[in-house]
Each structure stands twice: as structure tokens, then as C-alpha cells.
């Protein structure tokens, strides 16, 4: 009996040693990680809560964050495709069957597309850029930036001038919002300049009390109208207006919440982001953040 309990005991205590270790290795196969900042948009890493997303570059003294939503177009929920055009899908598709791709191309255009649009189709357009530029930390060691799969989280890490700084970035489904928190390990440490941007057609862009808006109506008037607004919290130091940008100078965090909606569905642009701001004031950034793992790890922890 002594001999089978303690039999029992090593292969308990082999088996929670092995499953300690399978956590470990899990956790490490779950985050791509990088030793330098993204050279371009292939290598920025995303995030996103199915609706609003960004491509995150990592970069330690500029920093973009290049923004989507999914419902950002050229036209309305008007569709202009042409009447009659799926009778030609079965002879595009034999086209391409045969590996005549050029006449396939062609057929497509002449059938398919409305010819009341430029391209031929409506067409996906960016949201624009979160661009902050930091300050003092131009001398960084140890860098790293990785995506974690299990928690969809962006997480770049530095030290700069015997500092750590933290970032951390991911996109919330719960919440509605895309947030940011950069924190370094001493008091003081954050300087930064931060605004929107969207290349094309003269967006129209507003700082107030910590917010700053974008917003536009695409294509001339024809496309979606669609607004973005950026919550800007310092924890410490000071917070200034400068133009169409935001100043923040010497504070130990800084959080942000960018939120964003279009008119695609009937909706107004603005009162959707009115009310996702409002929902968001009363929770802490890491109430946020326990919502969107929580929410998200229902769906991943299924696989």
C-alpha cells in the first residue's frame, strides 16, 4: 500500500511538472515576437475586434498605428453592380478554369462592374494614422515587440536611459475601442506629440479638452461620412493643445482611447462615438483590459 501511494505521488507530482512545462511552451508558440520596430506596413503587427482595427509598427520614437474600420467606403450601402451581371459568372469562371485570367479580367469589367463608378467598384478606404512622436528615448537597448495570440495584444518593450517603457495596444469588442497604455518604470518619463492624419481629401480635425475628432464625408460627398475620436489620459505631467495635435510633457502613463463609426448602416457617425466614450468614462484601463481578454478568450480558449 505505502509502495502504490508513493507510486502515486512521483507520477501526481510528474504530471503536474509536464503540464506546468506545456503551459510554458503553449504560452511561447502563442506570441510572434520581433527584436526591431516594423520597416513597413508587412511587418506591423495587428489587432482588431472584427469591426476596428490597426496595424501596430512598434517604432520607439515614432510610433503610427495605421487605423481600420470595417465599414469605411467610397460609396453608401447603395450597390451599383450591374443588373443582369451573374449570368456571366459561369463563363468567367470556365475563363479562369482554363488559366485565361486577361479575358476573365476583361469579362468582368464589361459584365459585372457599374459603370457609373470610377473603378468600376466601390472600394476600401483607411481610417488614417495614430501618429505619436516620443521624445528622450533615441538611446534604447533591448527591444522587443511581439503579438500575443492568446490575449490579442500588441506589447512593445525598451529600455531607454536605465527606463523600462511598456506598450501595450489592443482593440476591445467589448468596449468598442481601440486603447493604448505607455508606461515607463520610473516617474516622468513620457513626452510625446500625438495627432490624427488621413491621407486625401482635407479631413476636417478638432482638439478640444483631451480629444482630438476627425471626421469627413469620402468621395465628394458620394462615400460614407465617418469619425474618429482619440481620448487622450495623461497620468502626471502636463497636457497642452498645439494645433491639430495633443502635447503631453513628463507624465509616468499615458493611456489612450480611440474610437470610431461611419453612417453605412443609417447611423450617426457622431452619436455613435458619443456613446462609446461615455461607456468607456467610467472604467479604468484595466477593467478595459480584463473585458477584452475575457471576451476574446471565449472564442480563442473553444480551439
Not at 131 to 144: A, C, P, R, T
Not at 244 to 270: C, F, H, W
Request: aromatic share 8%; with cysteine; net charge neutral.
Amino acid at each position: 500500500m505505502k509502495l502504490r501511494l508513493k507510486l502515486t505521488a512521483f507520477l501526481f507530482s510528474i504530471f503536474f511538472i509536464s503540464i506546468t512545462v506545456t503551459g510554458q511552451e503553449l504560452q511561447d508558440e502563442l506570441r510572434l515576437w520581433f527584436k526591431q520596430p516594423a520597416s513597413g506596413w508587412n511587418e506591423a503587427l495587428p489587432i482588431g475586434n472584427g469591426r476596428l482595427g490597426a496595424m501596430v509598427f512598434g517604432g520607439v520614437e515614432q510610433e503610427r498605428l495605421q487605423l481600420n474600420e470595417e465599414s469605411v467606403w467610397t460609396k453608401g450601402s447603395t450597390l451599383e453592380d450591374k443588373e443582369d451581371g451573374y449570368k456571366a459568372i459561369p463563363e468567367i469562371r470556365e475563363l479562369l478554369f482554363k488559366g485565361e485570367y486577361e479575358k476573365a479580367e476583361q469579362m468582368c469589367k464589361k459584365e459585372l462592374m457599374s459603370e457609373r463608378l470610377p473603378s468600376g467598384t466601390n472600394t476600401y478606404q483607411t481610417l488614417g494614422n495614430l501618429n505619436i512622436q516620443f521624445e528622450g528615448v533615441d538611446n534604447y537597448s533591448h527591444y522587443k515587440r511581439e503579438l500575443q495570440l492568446d490575449s490579442a495584444l500588441v506589447k512593445t518593450t525598451f529600455n531607454s536611459n536605465g527606463t523600462k517603457h511598456t506598450r501595450t495596444v489592443f482593440s476591445s469588442a467589448a468596449d468598442e475601442a481601440l486603447v493604448m497604455l505607455a508606461k515607463a518604470g520610473k516617474p516622468g518619463q513620457i513626452t510625446c506629440t500625438l495627432d490624427l492624419s488621413r491621407p486625401g481629401e482635407g479631413e476636417k480635425i478638432k482638439v478640444t479638452d483631451g480629444l482630438i475628432t476627425m471626421k469627413q464625408h469620402l468621395s465628394n460627398g458620394k462615400g460614407v461620412k465617418y469619425e474618429t475620436r482619440l481620448r487622450v489620459i495623461p497620468h502626471g505631467g502636463k497636457m497642452e493643445a498645439n494645433g491639430n495635435s495633443i502635447q503631453i510633457t513628463e507624465a509616468d502613463k499615458l493611456e489612450l482611447r480611440l474610437v470610431a463609426a461611419t453612417d453605412y448602416r443609417g447611423e450617426n457617425p457622431s452619436k455613435k462615438c458619443t456613446g462609446y466614450l461615455e461607456t468607456l468614462q467610467s472604467k479604468s484601463y484595466r477593467q478595459i483590459l480584463n473585458d477584452h481578454v475575457g471576451e476574446y478568450q471565449q472564442y480563442f480558449k473553444r480551439v
